[in-house]
C-alpha cells in the first residue's frame, strides 16, 4: 500500500491553482470538472508520478472550522520538503510569499511556515 493523492482543503480552487503553481512551481496533473467543483491536484515538477495534492474545494461546513482553527493556533496543514531551506525562503519570499518567521533549525531539520492564500499554513523542511 502506498500513499497516492492528499489533500489540502482550499477556499479558491483557481487562487490555489495559481498559488501552488506560480510561487510554488508545482505542475497541475489532473484538473477534471465535477460539478461544481473539480478533481484539481498538482505534482512536484521533478517526479510527476509522485504523491499527488488535491486542492480540495472548502465545500464542508466543518472543514471551515477546523481549517481555521488550525490556522490560528498557527498548526500547518502539510509540510513539504525542501533541498535546501534558506534559498527556497528567499526564492519564495521575493515571489511574495508571506512568513510566519525565518527558518528555524529543529534538531536534525530546519523548518519554516508561510500562508497559502488559500486559508493555510504550509510548513516546508530541510532535513539534515
Not at 9 to 35: H, I, N
Not at 53 to 78: C, H, R, S, W
Not at 100 to 109: A, F, I, L, R, S
Request: overall charge negative.
Amino acid at each position: 500500500m502506498k500513499i497516492i493523492v492528499t489533500s489540502v482543503m482550499v477556499d479558491d480552487q483557481e487562487k490555489a491553482r495559481a498559488f501552488y503553481t506560480e510561487k510554488l512551481g508545482f505542475k497541475v496533473k489532473s484538473d477534471v470538472p465535477v460539478g461544481e467543483y473539480k478533481w484539481l491536484t498538482v505534482v512536484s515538477p521533478e517526479d510527476e508520478h509522485s504523491v499527488e495534492l488535491l486542492l480540495e474545494p472548502m465545500a464542508f461546513g466543518p472543514a471551515k472550522v477546523y481549517q481555521k482553527q488550525l490556522f490560528d493556533a498557527n498548526i500547518p496543514a502539510t509540510m513539504f520538503g525542501v533541498d535546501n531551506i534558506q534559498e527556497t525562503y528567499e526564492k519564495l519570499m521575493e515571489l511574495g510569499v508571506k512568513f510566519k518567521g525565518e527558518p528555524k533549525k529543529m534538531g536534525d531539520v530546519t523548518i519554516a511556515v508561510f500562508e497559502d492564500t488559500c486559508g493555510n499554513l504550509i510548513q516546508i523542511a530541510e532535513q539534515h
